[in-house]
């Protein structure tokens, strides 16, 4: 069974910094690329970033790019997020995600919350 | 950037009703790569199509989608009361990489 568990999230004041992790099990991690996704409370779903099979290739939003950086160790069957610069308007839950093939997410992720907030 | 715009923002249907769900998309997406999500109060988003008209793995042959180019659909045949819920399109072929549109909320009418 896949099965992809978020944890890292938590109340942070603007301009500080988390770390996000998602451990992934039930299937090979090192041939997927990897997701986040972001939902504020309310709103819509917002892609934050990608990266590839094997780390070299990284994209990220254009609201979230040079603050945060995503990365994966495949020993560990593990994806991160560090969040750094964290600003209000990054308060959301933070959902990992593995696609069927590239974009196309078919597993999640329960999602961690992340508050920045005074 | 593609922008994905969804219509309508609500959509109020009885069970058993046809639902018609729309996604536009700012320029051409690329390699029919675009999809469409369900997501319920609480619960993780759930993948229900891909690439543009492939159903996901459980999702019931009463959700169907279609389009090309920058027009895109979801159709359920016939509601359930279970189809009540969030429904979101993305685009993952272009710059940036992946967008979501800002969803159409299917309630019971």
């Known amino acids: 069974e896949v099965k992809l568990v978020e944890s890292g999230g938590g109340l942070v004041q603007p301009g500080g910094s988390l770390r996000l992790s998602c451990a992934a099990s039930?299937?090979?991690?090192?041939?997927?690329?990897m997701h986040w996704v972001r939902q504020a409370p309310g709103k819509g779903l917002v892609w934050v970033s990608r990266?590839?099979?094997?780390?070299?290739?990284?994209t990220y939003a254009e609201s979230v790019k040079g603050r945060f950086t995503v990365s994966r160790d495949n020993a560990k069957n593990t994806l991160y997020l560090q969040m750094n610069s964290l600003r209000v308007e990054d308060t959301a839950v933070y959902y990992c995600?593995?696609?069927?093939?590239?974009?196309?997410?078919?597993?999640w992720g329960q999602g961690t919350l992340v508050t920045v907030s005074s | 950037e593609i922008v994905l715009t969804q219509s309508p923002g609500t959509l109020s249907l009885s069970p058993g009703e046809r639902a018609t769900l729309f996604c536009g998309a700012s320029?051409?997406?690329?390699?029919?790569?675009l999809a469409w999500y369900q997501q319920k109060p609480g619960q993780a988003p759930r993948l229900l199509i891909y690439?543009?008209?492939n159903r996901a793995t459980g999702t019931p042959d009463r959700f169907s989608g279609s389009g090309s180019g920058t027009d895109f659909t979801l159709t359920i045949s016939r509601l359930e009361p279970e189809d009540f819920a969030v429904y979101y399109c993305?685009?993952?072929?272009?710059?940036?990489?992946?967008?979501f549109g800002q969803g159409t909320r299917l309630e019971i009418k």
């Open positions: 320029q051409g997406v690329s390699s029919n790569s």
């Open positions: 690439s543009v008209s």
């Open positions: 995600g593995r696609p069927v093939a590239t974009g196309d997410i078919d597993y």
């Open positions: 990266i590839s099979v094997d780390g070299s290739s990284t």
């Open positions: 993305q685009q993952y072929g272009g710059s940036p990489e992946v967008t």
């Open positions: 039930g299937f090979t991690f090192n041939t997927y690329w």
